[in-house]
């Protein structure tokens, strides 16, 4: 496994006054890949993505995107690297059906002013079909009548319709039941497997050891340890997370 | 096996594969499920205007049933629908409008202003234009002041409900002392008091279910050659038949007596238009969209106060077609001109028609069912010779249905799943 990251951050930082939200945190993530990344509650997980969506201008460290160094500094560059992220929320509107979520915001048209249907309906299908999305009875059904499963998965091939090199996915399975857990774990792997890179957030260790190649722990906006699943234990890792070593006191830093 | 059937269990049970056509069971299992999951569709308002048609017709003893009340009823509800049609627009966003009828008549006063003969004088397209460009900037206004200001549309459009009334006022008393000002001009006039020929009503017709059936099988065809779903034929059949039926029944109801009004026409053109928008423009979806769901919108890149200020662009613009139909009916402007029940009635007129007032649900079309409605619950009132405060009440009751139906569509889809 000793391909080129698709990302690398290199002791990047964030703080918000003087809270100290990441400090020299290094990130990498591969193609075919599946990364883990655990903390508890402030660790900085979030703020690490949104950092990398370019929510949030990271203060200090580097980003490197297939080995280039870049400078995210608003969510269209993320989207323009290609990269993805499914946020928690999905963001998908319900009244709409399955094809006008997929698209919306990236409509097809025909002669410049008419909605092309059929062929977003085609390309709908082509990408649920790839990602082997077959629970979804109708794509012109309206998504509020799907499941929380079938939502996930339909975000997330929202996500990687767009010729995405690294999907983003916070929390996928949080509000899932264990069915719908197995799919949304199959999905991530499938994407993985398709030779994407693919960043996941969780709170399950269980999911985690299951699906993620590797796992970053973060503990008080430090990294404070990396794992492979293969080589550890859920309890080593939840040692890291509670009680890991960090490089510096917060409060204290200089 | 087929060659179909292979492909269609190869492509796992995603409904819209290989290029099937639905059977009629499964679309009408599917229409089912959707009723019962509290998706009424336009159900419940065929079933009210059968009830009130039927009711009416039996007090009135069948007057309400002679073609000449029917062309009167085209006459009445051409004005809510146009307001109506632009009140969808403000309600799919999850937003209200209340000054659309003040601001018709903003728009009808400035029109007939500008026709005084011996004072403007201006050639009607000019003062209809005129007309058209205050009510569609007094959109803008709100709209901008709904989303700089962030202050709710109900606030801001109730002011202009007060506002504007007060515009009204002081137009019509500058201009005569007894607040009525006569619209001269033949051409505004006829808008409401001049009736399609024979010959043309069944033009239209032909030409409305013809159009309708090009696009149907067009579509149908486009989609079959991309292996997408097609809604069973005979669907396709019954709902152009039905559409011949029903117009047909119309033009051929209305010819009998005067014929088909211009100014249900002109509603008509608009709604249509606006439909058209509404479904295949990316406008349209942008608009479903932000009244779906605003924060995937916004994250989508749709600029949300753009669309915002557009919807309440377009219920002032129609909102001051209304205002000329219904000016040119009665021959003038005056003080009382954009009072009385005229916004509640055309804000429940897209209610009943079907599209919520919580936003992201309806078609363009429901203006035309609640006008039907509103106007016929009117018109048999009218014909029973019922005082107003009868009329008011039965008025409220009707809206209340309808809101009650809104709700409990809304809550039986929240139950099922959806929503």
């Known amino acids: ?254 | 096996m087929t060659e179909l059937a292979k492909k269609t269990e190869n492509r796992g049970p995603i409904e819209s594969a290989g290029g099937r056509q639905q059977t009629l069971g499964e679309f009408m299992g599917s229409w089912w499920d959707r009723i019962r999951a509290g998706d009424l569709g336009s159900l419940p308002i065929i079933i009210g205007l059968i009830v009130i048609v039927a009711i009416f017709g039996y007090l009135s003893d069948g007057i309400f049933f002679k073609p000449r009340n029917f062309v009167n009823l085209l006459l009445q509800m051409s004005g809510i629908t146009a307001i109506a049609t632009g009140v969808v627009f403000v309600l799919l966003i999850a937003e209200i409008d209340l000054s659309t009828a003040f601001v018709g008549a903003v728009g009808s006063v400035t029109m007939t202003l500008l026709l005084r003969e011996g004072d403007a004088n201006w050639p009607w397209w000019a003062a209809v234009g005129a007309a058209m460009l205050v009510t569609t900037l007094i959109g803008l206004l709100h709209g901008l002041i709904i989303t700089r200001a962030g202050v709710p549309s109900f606030v801001v459009t109730l002011a202009g409900l007060l506002a504007w009334s007060g515009v009204v006022l002081i137009l019509t008393t500058q201009y005569s002392q007894a607040g009525t000002i006569v619209i001269q001009n033949p051409v505004v006039k006829g808008v409401a008091n001049s009736f399609l020929p024979a010959f043309w009503g069944w033009f239209v017709c032909v030409a409305v279910v013809l159009g309708y059936a090009a696009t149907e099988f067009y579509q149908r065809a486009v989609k079959a050659r991309q292996n997408l779903a097609v809604k069973p034929i005979q669907i396709s059949l019954l709902q152009i038949i039905g559409l011949a039926l029903i117009t047909g029944a119309a033009v051929w109801y209305a010819n009998t007596d005067r014929g088909v009004p211009v100014s249900i026409m002109i509603a008509l053109v608009f709604l249509f238009f606006w439909l058209f928008i509404a479904t295949r423009t990316r406008f349209g979806r942008y608009v479903y969209a932000v009244g779906g769901n605003p924060e995937a919108a916004r994250r989508a890149g749709i600029n949300v106060n753009s669309i915002r200020i557009a919807c309440f662009m377009i219920s002032s613009f129609m909102a001051g077609i209304g205002g000329i139909i219904l000016a040119s009916r009665l021959g003038s402007v005056s003080t009382n001109t954009g009072g009385g029940n005229l916004l509640l009635n055309s804000i429940a007129a897209a209610v009943i028609g079907g599209t919520s007032l919580f936003g992201g649900s309806g078609r363009v079309t429901s203006a035309l069912l609640g006008a039907l409605v509103i106007a016929s619950v009117e018109n048999g009132m009218g014909l029973m010779g019922w005082n107003s405060g009868v009329k008011f009440v039965v008025n409220g009751l009707v809206l209340l249905a309808a809101v009650l139906v809104d709700a409990y569509s809304r809550r039986s889809r929240a139950s099922s799943g959806i929503a």
């Open chain 1, 1 to 254: 496994m000793d391909n080129q990251p698709v990302l690398e951050l290199k002791g990047v930082s964030k703080n918000f006054g003087a809270v100290q939200a990441l400090y020299n945190v290094d990130f990498t993530c591969r193609s075919g890949e599946v990364m883990a990344l655990v903390g508890d509650n402030g660790a900085g997980k979030s703020t690490l993505i949104k950092g990398i969506a370019g929510i949030y201008k990271l203060d200090a460290g580097e980003v490197f995107f297939e080995g280039k160094k870049v400078n995210i500094t608003s969510p269209r560059d993320t989207a323009d690297l290609g990269i993805e992220v499914v946020y928690q929320d999905l963001a998908l509107a319900d009244n709409l059906d399955v094809v006008a979520n997929m698209f919306l915001g990236r409509e097809k048209m025909t002669a410049g002013i008419l909605l092309n249907e059929s062929e977003m309906e085609q390309e709908a299908l082509k990408t649920l079909d790839s990602l082997s999305v077959t629970t979804i009875r109708s794509v012109r059904q309206a998504v509020a009548g799907l499941s929380g499963g079938q939502r996930q998965a339909i975000a997330v091939a929202k996500a990687v319709m767009w010729n995405s090199k690294l999907v983003i996915l916070d929390e996928p399975t949080a509000a899932l039941g264990v069915a719908q857990t197995r799919q949304v774990l199959d999905l991530v792997r499938r994407l993985a497997d398709r030779g994407l890179a693919v960043v996941i957030i969780s709170h399950n260790l269980h999911d985690i050891f299951e699906v993620a190649d590797r796992i970053t722990c973060l503990r008080l906006g430090q990294k404070v340890a990396e794992f492979i699943p293969s080589e550890t234990t859920q309890q080593e890792v939840v040692h890291a997370i509670t009680a890991g070593e960090l490089d510096t006191v917060p409060g204290m830093v200089g």
